[in-house]
């Protein structure tokens, strides 16, 4: 007769198939998201003809509307941090040497991965529809309105640094940078809302979907190298 020990106790297998379930459904749901982001692109191009939907129209008119100097600035700021040498390529080498700096390998392979994939989805589906800018755009932009590449990488960079640091400050943070990234698209006419809309989709669900199969190796990463002293003081999520 088997002890209570021995049928009480998880076999390995066991614990490895229920952390493997455990991401499997993050997984699936950020292949779905990424479906049906490209299904928004699809509709629009071919049922709509590649015109604005009708929210995109009104939206835009409010926003060109109410356009001054003191907004003026601020979405220029983030046109320049979200795309360009700066924010294609500085900014992201500067953050995996950062990951490294602190021995946060994983990270930097996790946070490289989800940028490049999602900044090669973007440039894809932009090719395949090749959707119109507004007429009202105030900066240069390249071909292919749809979706918004600067939107979509600043909430690849949110997922991916909420899922690294797991605290509630640096969502907010996040959440925010990415609505303000996605509100200054529009208010320089570059995108359309659902350009940005999907955009935003695209880019939190390649984060998700390359966060699956790495969340045991930055889990391990995580308490093997503890947060760095100047983060200690500040407020973590509570359990």
Same mark, same amino acid.
């Given at each position: 007769?088997?002890?209570?020990?021995?049928?009480?106790?998880?076999?390995?297998? /066991?614990?490895?198939?229920?952390?493997?379930?455990?991401?499997?459904?993050?997984?699936?749901?950020? %292949? +779905?998201?990424?479906?049906?982001?490209?299904? !928004?692109?699809?509709?629009?191009?071919?049922?709509?003809?590649?015109?604005?939907?009708?929210?995109?129209?009104?939206?835009?008119?409010?926003?060109?509307?109410?356009?001054?100097?003191?907004?003026?600035?601020?979405?220029?700021?983030?046109?320049?941090?979200?795309?360009?040498?700066?924010?294609? !390529? %500085?900014?992201? !080498?500067?953050?995996?040497?950062?990951?490294?700096?602190?021995?946060?390998?994983?990270?930097?392979?996790?946070?490289?991965?989800?940028?490049?994939?999602?900044?090669?989805?973007?440039?894809?589906?932009?090719?395949?529809?090749? @959707?119109?800018?507004?007429?009202? #755009?105030?900066?240069?932009?390249?071909?292919?309105?749809?979706?918004?590449?600067? /939107?979509?990488?600043?909430?690849?960079? =949110? +997922?991916?640094?909420?899922? #690294?640091?797991? @605290?509630?400050?640096?969502?907010?943070?996040? %959440?925010?940078? /990415?609505? !303000?990234?996605?509100?200054?698209?529009?208010?320089?006419?570059?995108?359309?809302?659902?350009?940005?809309?999907?955009?935003?989709?695209?880019?939190? =669900?390649?984060?998700? %979907?390359?966060?699956?199969?790495?969340?045991?190796?930055?889990?391990?990463?995580?308490?093997?190298?503890?947060?760095? +002293?100047?983060?200690?003081?500040?407020? /973590?999520?509570?359990?």
């Amino acid at each position: 007769m088997m002890s209570p020990s021995r049928v009480t106790a998880p076999e390995p297998e /066991t614990e490895g198939e229920a952390k493997r379930i455990s991401r499997r459904w993050p997984l699936i749901s950020g %292949i +779905v998201a990424v479906v049906l982001v490209a299904a !928004l692109g699809g509709i629009i191009a071919f049922r709509q003809a590649n015109l604005p939907l009708e929210l995109d129209t009104e939206w835009m008119g409010e926003l060109v509307e109410h356009r001054s100097d003191f907004w003026l600035a601020p979405a220029l700021v983030f046109n320049n941090v979200g795309g360009g040498l700066f924010g294609a !390529l %500085i900014l992201p !080498l500067l953050i995996v040497a950062a990951f490294c700096l602190f021995r946060r390998f994983q990270a930097a392979i996790y946070f490289a991965v989800a940028s490049i994939i999602s900044a090669g989805i973007v440039q894809l589906l932009k090719n395949v529809f090749e @959707r119109p800018r507004p007429e009202d #755009i105030l900066v240069t932009a390249d071909i292919g309105s749809f979706p918004s590449g600067h /939107t979509a990488n600043a909430a690849t960079m =949110a +997922v991916v640094f909420g899922f #690294i640091f797991r @605290r509630l400050w640096v969502w907010i943070v996040g %959440i925010g940078y /990415t609505v !303000l990234m996605l509100l200054s698209r529009n208010y320089l006419g570059a995108h359309w809302l659902s350009d940005t809309v999907g955009g935003l989709i695209l880019g939190a =669900a390649v984060a998700v %979907i390359v966060w699956a199969p790495l969340a045991h190796r930055l889990y391990l990463e995580r308490r093997a190298h503890p947060r760095p +002293v100047f983060l200690r003081a500040l407020p /973590t999520r509570s359990r």
